[in-house]
Nanobody
Framework: QVQLVESGGGLVQAGDSLRLSCAAS????????MGWIRQAPGKERDLVAT????????YYADSVKGRFTISRDNAKNTVYLQMNSLKPEDTAVYYC????????????????????WGQGTQVTVSS
């Protein structure tokens, strides 16, 4: 198993930036593809970004392309989500999640394929 703890959320204004971090403990971090999934009030969870075990491949939802960047540091057991040009519609609870992919460079693009989840961190963007 792997335990995930998110940090870095908060209240910001539209146009601001935030960086979320997710620290992992337990089994080897590099064994997992990692993702950031968000859930706004009254809505389903949506995948925001994902990164392969190797870090070589990434995938982004159309709504965040060009604004968000996912990265990982396997030596520090941490995955990041840099969020720029934030919009009010980015307001949500952001979850870090880990999945066991089939390959070193595979990304996991469906939220229901993630096996382990953090507790979430709130991001609120005011207009």
């Amino acid at each position: 198993q792997v335990q995930l703890v998110e940090s870095g959320g908060g209240l910001v204004q539209a146009g601001d930036s935030l960086r979320l971090s997710c620290a992992a403990s337990g089994r080897t971090f590099s064994s997992y593809a990692m993702g950031w999934i968000r859930q706004a009030p009254g809505k389903e969870r949506d995948l925001v970004a994902t990164i392969s075990r190797s870090g070589a491949n990434t995938y982004y939802a159309d709504s965040v392309k060009g604004r968000f960047t996912i990265s990982r540091d396997n030596a520090k057991n941490t995955v990041y989500l840099q969020m720029n040009s934030l919009k009010p519609e980015d307001t949500a609870v952001y979850y870090c999640a880990a999945a066991n992919p089939l390959g070193l460079h595979s990304v996991v693009t469906f939220s229901y394929d993630y096996d382990y989840w953090g507790q979430g961190t709130q991001v609120t963007v005011s207009s």
